[in-house]
């Protein structure tokens, strides 16, 4: 049967190393394919979708804290804003393989790769049918790419904020290290701060909750799921 379609935007937030190997390094062209192929088995639903990639596959900023750094921070907060531009170019080609019409927007100015985000552009192109791929982040030092996720889903007026990663949801405690961790169904934004979840970055929570922006945290890696989290089905862990 036909998934009934639940949400008419969304936001699919997809870490950088999601596109890696199991390693978890680079970008796999074998695992960029699948999660195109999925993403367009939903873009089939009628959905409109605004992917925001991460980079830490490549580099994240806060590999470089510590005063002994020779790179500053913020400097390195500003690679790995280039490496989610690395991948988002990946995932454009990616997804245009599988007869998808795309356009990456970034927060940062790359005009030879990239178009400049303009939020009306960006409904714009979302009502043409278009798959948008985020790149860059916010465009600012000291934040991650979920935050760029909740920004982004509350300016686009997303439904909400899929938030694709390896395991089923948010437990209790890192199900890769601890096997009694217990998978959450759904949590509120009051219980992810205060059991002090790692659901998505502080900044990331605080827009959402402030907003109420739900957020949904699933295993893409399971074959349909970017399809039935899309279609509201009941997948992972719902917070809001
Ligand atoms: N980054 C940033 N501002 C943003 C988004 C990202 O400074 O708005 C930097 C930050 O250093 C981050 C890195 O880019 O660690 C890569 O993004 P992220 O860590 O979110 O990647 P993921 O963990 O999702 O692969």
Redesign the pocket.
């Known amino acids: 049967t036909e998934p009934t379609l639940h949400f008419k935007r969304v936001i699919l937030?997809?870490?950088?190393?999601?596109l890696a190997d199991s390693g978890g390094r680079g970008i796999s062209a074998h695992e960029a394919g699948e999660i195109a192929r999925q993403i367009k088995q939903a873009h089939d639903t009628g959905c409109e979708i605004a992917i925001v990639?991460?980079?830490?596959?490549?580099?994240?900023?806060?590999?470089f804290s510590g005063s002994n750094s020779l790179v500053h921070e913020a400097t390195?907060?500003?690679?790995?804003?280039?490496?989610?531009t690395i991948?988002s170019l990946a995932m454009q080609d990616a997804l245009e393989a599988q007869g998808l019409e795309t356009r990456v927007m970034s927060?940062i100015p790359t005009e030879k790769i990239a178009e400049t985000f303009i939020r009306r552009r960006a409904l714009r192109h979302l009502s043409k049918g278009r798959v948008i791929i985020l790149a860059?982040?916010?465009?600012?030092?000291?934040?991650?790419?979920?935050?760029?996720a909740a920004?982004r889903a509350l300016e686009l007026e997303a439904d909400i904020v899929l938030k694709a990663t390896r395991v089923d949801g948010v437990f209790s405690d890192d199900p890769e290290k601890n096997p009694h961790a217990v998978l959450y169904d759904t949590l509120t934004y009051t219980q992810v701060i205060e059991k002090k979840l790692r659901v998505m970055?502080g900044t990331a929570i605080a827009l959402c909750s402030e907003h109420n922006k739900p957020i949904l945290v699933f295993n893409f890696k399971q074959n349909g799921n970017i399809v039935r989290a899309i279609s509201g089905e009941t997948v992972g862990t719902r917070i809001g």
């Open positions: 937030k997809l870490s950088g190393e999601s990639i991460g980079g830490g596959n490549i580099l994240r900023g806060a590999q390195a907060h500003y690679m790995g804003m280039l490496a989610t991948n927060a860059a982040g916010i465009g600012n030092p000291f934040v991650t790419t979920d935050t760029a920004q970055d």
